[in-house]
């Protein structure tokens, strides 16, 4: 793959901060959608298992959306072609749900609209991660203004809202993917998706890249790397959904919610802009660093099962740097390692279609009832969860070199 890679142009100046607009436009977005897209729709007369539903149905759906997209996304010749169309589509589909009312109606317009935004993570991760190699810039700095632009998001639309109409979260959703979609067309670098340079070769056709995906799918070692990073990664299902809920129950109050919140993603951000680089010169390998992450998601859980006071929760939110951040990079640094040449966007994706889909759908479908018979005592089955990665993690060890 890298000699393949070192025969084509060289990347256009500037392609880090390229990158790192296209992560805050996309993490903006994401930073808005993920904590008030409930409140619009109970706003809207939802109640708590129909808008559970609506959140379900497009991470469930990623096991078949996922690998489809991925695949089409692949046909172009460009990279930044396909996070075009997806953010145009999304931003078309976040305006028409504010343009109807009913369940059944948002429902398709939803599934949509957060496919469709969802499948520009992996594509974004694949062009990052080969302009960082080609470029030499490290791939959690652009990626990092991504986690910087979710918490400004956040926190200035709970500013917005406090005077603002609710139906500025669907605003402010549209516009970001408006905003995505000329990023992708006028400022993203025009990165190839075929190895080579334009003229020499064609991105694989149809069925080939069905193909690729099939030797994906019956690599043991690379399907038992995605498994591992998506269970450390869906673990975190009760905490994003019950974690508030918990921390009320025991008294903390919803203001000091939201600062633990922001202080796991500013925690996530130091790793990314410090301890990356610091873990590449220091030359700590991606796996060592998921069975970190894993180790640190067993620790982070087991102690929040126990309703520890208010003073414990900081230093347990800082091990997010580690459960959250160490094991995302180890994860698509794992991926582009053992994915062939031309098979990147697809094993991206598949690593998204597990950790951001089927996994987390499913312990999230678990998490309400896990709350309801246990309260924070669920905690444990995501526990349970990242040991299970960890174990998947260690076992890589014997079919992989050191790291």
Not at 49 to 56: K, S
Not at 236 to 247: C, L, P, V
Not at 307 to 319: G, I, K, V, Y
Not at 366 to 381: E, S, T, W
Request: glycine share 12%; charged share 10%.
């Amino acid at each position: 793959m890298n000699s393949a890679s070192e025969s084509l142009p060289p990347p256009p100046a500037g392609s880090a901060w390229r990158m790192g607009l296209q992560y805050v436009l996309l993490f903006g977005a994401n930073g808005v959608s993920l904590p008030f897209a409930g409140l619009w729709f109970h706003a809207h007369g939802l109640d708590g298992a129909e808008i559970g539903a609506l959140f379900a149905a497009p991470m469930l759906g990623r096991l078949v959306t996922g690998p489809a997209i991925a695949l089409w996304a692949d046909g172009f010749r460009y990279r930044r072609t396909a996070i075009a169309f997806l953010a145009l589509i999304s931003a078309a589909a976040y305006a028409a749900t504010g343009l109807v009312e009913g369940f059944w109606l948002w429902a398709p317009l939803w599934f949509v609209a957060a496919t469709a935004f969802g499948s520009i993570i992996p594509l974004s991760d694949v062009m990052t991660l080969r302009l960082a190699r080609r470029a030499g810039f490290t791939f959690s700095v652009p990626r990092g203004f991504g986690s910087a632009s979710f918490v400004g998001a956040n926190v200035l639309m709970g500013a917005l809202l406090v005077k603002a109409p609710v139906d500025v979260v669907l605003v402010w959703c549209v516009g970001a993917g408006i905003a995505m979609a000329v990023c992708a067309r006028w400022v993203l670098p025009a990165e190839p998706v075929a190895d080579t340079l334009v003229g020499e070769a064609e991105s694989p056709k149809g069925w080939a890249r069905f193909a690729g995906m099939g030797l994906l799918l019956r690599n043991r070692t690379f399907m038992t790397a995605i498994f591992a990073v998506g269970c450390v990664q869906a673990a975190h299902a009760f905490y994003y959904g019950f974690s508030a809920i918990a921390w009320k129950a025991q008294g903390i109050p919803e203001n000091m919610t939201g600062l633990l919140w922001a202080a796991s993603v500013v925690v996530e951000i130091g790793f990314m802009w410090w301890g990356e680089p610091w873990r590449r010169k220091a030359g700590i390998g991606p796996l060592t660093v998921l069975a970190v992450g894993a180790g640190a998601a067993m620790l982070r859980w087991t102690a929040l099962a126990f309703a520890p006071p208010l003073w414990l929760l900081w230093p347990l939110q800082t091990l997010h740097a580690l459960s959250f951040a160490a094991t995302y990079l180890a994860g698509v640094q794992l991926v582009e390692r053992l994915s062939p040449p031309g098979s990147q966007t697809v094993a991206q994706t598949l690593s998204s279609v597990l950790s951001a889909g089927v996994l987390i759908g499913l312990a999230t479908l678990a998490a309400g009832p896990l709350y309801d018979a246990f309260g924070v005592k669920g905690y444990l089955a995501m526990t349970a969860m990242a040991a299970v990665g960890c174990v998947a993690a260690f076992s890589l060890g014997r079919r992989l070199r050191p790291g």
